[in-house]
């Protein structure tokens, strides 16, 4: 797809669904070529046991009965009176 600056001011949507559909979009300014956009390749999902904070609190005494602990931060601060 071909664009010019203001194709991406006026026409942003089409120029994202070109590249959702892969297509490299070349941006022309004053009819000279100055970029192409081109589709990313890289993989944006990543597994929640890959995530580098899954398991950081796997240690905590506190929390191995993980209900006894949620019920303790909801109650409220009268409670204890």
Excluded: C
């Amino acid at each position: 797809m071909k664009a010019t600056i203001l194709d991406l001011r006026r026409r942003m949507k089409d120029v994202l669904l070109a590249l959702d559909r892969s297509e490299s979009v070349t941006i022309y300014y004053r009819g000279k070529k100055k970029a192409i956009l081109s589709p990313s390749r890289q993989k944006t999902e990543i597994s929640v046991t890959d995530h580098t904070a899954f398991g950081m609190w796997r240690d905590r005494k506190d929390m191995a009965d993980v209900d006894a602990y949620v019920r303790n931060l909801r109650r409220g601060r009268m409670d204890d009176l």
